[in-house]
């Protein structure tokens, strides 16, 4: 069903139901409700859209899987551009409150998602601490596009190329530098 995403909702009814939530929260609502993600990024193009499945396993974990899709523009570090960047997340959290429960959960291999008693949750908020986790430390356009959209790495590369040829005058220079700043040159010329 593709539905707004509720503000609050009850774990444990979800899980145990096994409901299915699929939809897209529009570029206005994402404004308003993901402060922390537009405060990361220069801007969000579009609708985020979203595919989550409550259930419980075998185990007794109470966990969420799913999918969130966005996209967002970002200020590359290296030639200081802005670039867009797609966000696809893999959701797989369990929903824990004890320590015993965290350990089951990590030894199925879920993330963790910490509750009070008697808590509900803000998807919304859950769904952006997942974009937030998958942008990049430091934003750069992707080495596929260096040449394209990256000047200055290549530019860069040149440059290094340029000195590689320069480096055997660079080390005779050096040298006879050296020899006259070095204090103890005058001892060398009294050795002879």
Not at 70 to 87: G, I, K
Not at 129 to 140: K, V
Not at 143 to 150: L, M, N, P, R
Request: a negative charge; proline letters at 3%.
């Amino acid at each position: 069903m593709n539905e707004r995403i509720p503000q609050r909702i009850d774990f444990r009814r979800y899980t145990d139901q096994g409901v299915t939530l699929d939809g897209s929260i529009s570029l206005e609502e994402s404004g308003t409700s993901m402060p922390r993600l537009n405060d990361a990024v220069l801007e969000n193009t579009g609708d985020i859209k979203y595919h989550l499945e409550f259930d419980t396993d075998i185990l007794g974990n109470r966990f969420m899987t799913g999918q969130v899709l966005a996209q967002v523009v970002l200020q590359c570090q290296r030639c200081m551009d802005n670039y867009t960047l797609d966000l696809n997340c893999d959701l797989s959290i369990a929903f824990v409150q004890s320590e015993l429960a965290q350990k089951q959960a990590e030894e199925s291999n879920y993330d963790i998602f910490w509750l009070a008693k008697k808590e509900l949750i803000d998807p919304r908020t859950l769904l952006e601490d997942e974009l937030l986790l998958a942008l990049p430390q430091i934003p750069m356009h992707e080495e596929s596009e260096i040449g394209k959209a990256c000047d200055v790495r290549v530019t860069f590369l040149e440059q290094d190329d340029l000195m590689a040829d320069d480096d055997s005058n660079s080390h005779s220079i050096e040298k006879e530098q050296n020899d006259t700043d070095n204090p103890f040159a005058i001892l060398k010329q009294l050795k002879k």
